[in-house]
């Protein structure tokens, strides 16, 4: 409660029936009485209201002086803000008081990573509708061969670069399209021809009794196959202008300035070919099957020497840009293992050069997430989404010539979004 001094009388508390020395005690009445002295033509009455107005005006500042320090003394202590009586204007100028300053020692500051960089580089599916054309058959005069093609193209209309992948032995066009479609939803035609060990053409052709494993030793074995499959390539090349007539979809979309060619494990080899690998023949060493319309090679499980033709000195004139990936378990018999997969980018001429190891990587697992260990299937599908990360990051650096693409291959991205499980080489 207030001391009585601030709380106001009414009127009756004042009557000289009651007798006002009992309620405003001695001092106030000494004070009255000074002042009757002083103002002699005053009554009592006037000068007790006097008095009594006096009184409610300083209670009234007491009371306002008291509630501003009060709120004061609060926000101080909570960290808020002050506030200021209103100006002569009838505006409020609102005071902040800052809190008391802390110091916190933290941790050295690390590069950062964009968030795209952090969950790895558009791994997610890209934002273009995608047609899928299966099953087109282009007829080879000069050879008198049909090669039967799988096409993902954008819907929307464009200029896209061209990736034509090539699968491994006894494959086909059905294989690698987690990699062909994601490629193709972020602005990439992407062809997929069918060579002529796949099993699927050998069965096609009459050939019931074809089996992977057999497909897979004869393609070791079988020269012609080792020419036929870089000629496949060339042949898709010189049918591009002719592919936007007989794919209403594909007109005025084909850029033939930008093309890439990537394989996987035999179809790697089909792609280091195409990049100018020397291979020998029976009887034609050091054959030559490059294509100048071919800007950038990317290689799954890339083949080293001592098959297909190719030799410790095969690599030596490729010069294109050049991704190679394999991985720990990427492992094929004493030959082909995954010292043996990195070859090509050791022995390639250096520059625009990349090698993507990824731990825990089979042969098979840069192409499929499917494994029959349901225990490592998320592991599998990590392994994929490495691999299209990386691959799509190096066809935007060089068939769109991308800047954050290349930025992204020259950190240290791939390994710290990977959590270390792929790690970046670079030549």
């Not at 207030?2 to 001092?27: C, M, Q, T, Y």
Request: aromatic share 8%; hydrophobic share 35%.
């Amino acid at each position: 409660m207030w001391p009585d001094i601030l709380v106001a009388r009414s009127p009756r508390n004042f009557d000289g029936d009651l007798g006002f020395e009992k309620h405003i005690g001695v001092s106030a009445a000494m004070s009255i009485f000074k002042a009757l002295k002083k103002h002699p033509g005053s009554s009592q009455s006037d000068l007790l209201r006097r008095r009594r107005n006096k009184t409610l005006i300083i209670n009234i500042l007491i009371i306002s002086v008291l509630s501003i320090v009060a709120a004061l003394v609060i926000t101080w202590q909570s960290g808020g803000t002050g506030f200021s009586l209103p100006n002569s204007d009838g505006q409020s100028n609102i005071a902040t008081i800052p809190p008391p300053a802390v110091k916190e020692s933290s941790p050295p500051a690390m590069p950062s990573l964009s968030e795209e960089e952090q969950d790895g580089y558009k791994l997610e599916t890209g934002p273009l509708a995608v047609i899928e054309v299966a099953g087109l058959v282009l007829h080879d005069d000069k050879r008198n061969k049909d090669v039967r093609v799988r096409i993902f193209y954008p819907v929307i209309a464009g200029k896209y670069p061209v990736i034509i992948f090539s699968h491994g032995a006894g494959g086909s066009d059905t294989c690698c399209e987690s990699l062909t479609h994601h490629w193709a939803t972020y602005g990439y035609i992407t062809l997929q021809p069918i060579h002529d060990d796949s099993v699927v053409q050998r069965r096609n052709s009459g050939d019931e009794n074809a089996q992977f494993p057999q497909a897979v030793r004869e393609a070791l074995k079988n020269p012609a196959l080792w020419e036929s499959r870089p000629r496949d390539i060339s042949f898709l090349l010189d049918s591009l202008p002719g592919l936007q007539k007989r794919v209403a979809g594909l007109n005025g979309k084909i850029d033939t300035s930008h093309v890439g060619v990537a394989g996987h494990s035999m179809g790697a080899y089909t792609a280091e070919a195409i990049a100018g690998a020397s291979v020998d023949l029976p009887s034609r060493p050091g054959q030559n099957f490059s294509d100048p319309r071919a800007k950038a090679i990317l290689c799954l499980s890339p083949q080293g020497p001592g098959q297909f033709g190719l030799t410790a000195h095969s690599f030596e004139n490729i010069s294109l840009p050049f991704m190679g990936v394999t991985g720990s378990l990427d492992n094929l018999g004493p030959l082909a293992n995954s010292a043996w997969h990195k070859i090509p980018f050791e022995r390639s001429q250096p520059g625009d050069k990349y090698e993507v190891f990824i731990q825990g990587a089979s042969h098979m697992s840069f192409i499929t997430a499917e494994t029959v260990n349901s225990a490592r299937s998320s592991q599998a599908a990590a392994i994929l989404g490495y691999t299209n990360s990386a691959s799509l990051a190096f066809w935007d650096a060089y068939l769109k010539e991308d800047p954050s693409a290349k930025k992204f291959l020259q950190s240290d991205a791939p390994e710290r979004s990977s959590h270390g499980a792929a790690k970046l080489s670079r030549r």
